[in-house]
């Protein structure tokens, strides 16, 4: 069992920077795969990136050059950095940790999920 929580949604302008935290409790922790995923009002949930115990890692196109996964293993922690936010970016961002490959509906665990808005 893995129990994940995060931090650090906020409301910022366009072109900010914001980071995410998602501090995990449990085992196995540094054996499994860590990720976000984003859920816009009226929208499906959405991946944004992926990275395996191995450092693979993987982002969506519309997030790549700005966003960036890091992992402490630790202090089983793992951060989503946000640079040159836009307003496509409001969402609800969650954190997710499993076998890979992580995906909406297959995720084993999730944190509760945390408000990130970009105004213009």
């Known amino acids: 069992q893995l129990q994940l929580l995060e931090s650090g949604g906020g409301l910022v302008q366009v072109g900010d920077s914001l980071r995410l935290s998602c501090a995990a409790s449990g085992r196995h922790f540094r054996t499994y795969a860590v990720g976000w995923f984003r859920q816009a009002p009226g929208e499906e949930r959405k991946f944004v990136v992926q990275s395996t115990w191995r450092g693979e890692t993987r982002y969506a196109d519309s997030v790549k050059g700005r966003f960036a996964i890091s992992r402490d293993n630790a202090n089983s922690t793992f951060y989503l950095q946000m640079n040159s936010l836009k307003p496509e970016d409001t969402a609800v961002y969650y954190c997710?940790?499993?076998?890979?490959?992580?995906?909406?509906?297959?995720?084993?665990?999730w944190g509760q999920g945390t408000q990130v808005t970009v105004s213009s």
């Open positions: 997710a940790a499993g076998p890979p490959p992580l995906t909406a509906t297959q995720t084993r665990y």
